[in-house]
């Protein structure tokens, strides 16, 4: 079992930066791949970034790659999605998510363990 606790979201301007953090329980986070996905007010979830547990492997998301950069520490069993150049559009919750043993996938389906989300509000 695997709790997920998300930090560090809030209300930002247009092109401001904010970094979320999503804190692991358990002695085997190396052993997860870990994602970010966000979901906006009527709109499906959708994928952000993931990282491989040995952090070797890293996705992004089209709509956010050059701004979303996710990375891991395993030491301290952390997760964190440093987001740059704010769009009004990347208003979201966002969650941080765990698959054990996982590629980095892409679908939400594919992770067996989620957050409770975070609030991004960027303003225009």
């Known amino acids: 079992q695997v709790q997920l606790v998300e930090s560090g979201g809030g209300l930002v301007q247009a092109g401001g930066s904010l970094r979320l953090s999503c804190a692991a329980s358990g002695r085997t986070f190396n052993r997860y791949a870990m994602g970010w996905f966000r979901q906006a007010p009527g709109k499906e979830r959708e994928f952000v970034a993931a990282?491989?547990?040995?952090?070797?492997?890293?996705y992004t998301a089209d709509s956010v790659k050059g701004r979303f950069t996710i990375s891991r520490e395993n030491a301290k069993n952390t997760v964190d999605l440093q987001m740059n150049s704010l769009k009004p559009e990347d208003t979201a919750v966002y969650y941080c998510?765990?698959?054990?043993?996982?590629?980095?996938?892409?679908?939400?389906?594919?992770?067996?363990?989620w957050g409770q989300g975070t609030q991004v509000t960027v303003s225009s």
């Open positions: 990282i491989t547990g040995s952090g070797n492997m890293l």
């Open positions: 998510a765990a698959d054990y043993l996982g590629p980095g996938s892409k679908e939400a389906r594919a992770y067996e363990y």
